[in-house]
């Protein structure tokens, strides 16, 4: 298993507050596609891979927008 810090953004959809939710934790994980299903079983994901490695999930969960960073520790 692999230790990554995840961060959880949650985007308002009040259109007069443009802050979002924030919530960093660390995970222990050996396949964070299946973690991130577990979490929102039914909600669009769509999963970015960028240069150094970070894993992005961005997750539309009927119209409620996150998104779910994933880095190795």
Request: hydrophobic share 35%.
């Amino acid at each position: 298993m692999r230790e990554y810090e995840l961060c959880c953004e949650i985007f308002n959809q009040c259109s007069n507050n443009q802050m979002r939710d924030v919530d960093f934790r660390e995970v222990e994980t050996g396949d964070p596609d299946a973690y991130i299903s577990a979490l929102e079983p039914r909600a669009e994901i769509q999963k970015e891979v960028l240069a150094g490695g970070t894993l992005v999930y961005r997750v539309n969960d009927s119209g409620l927008l996150k998104r779910y960073s994933f880095t190795l520790l």
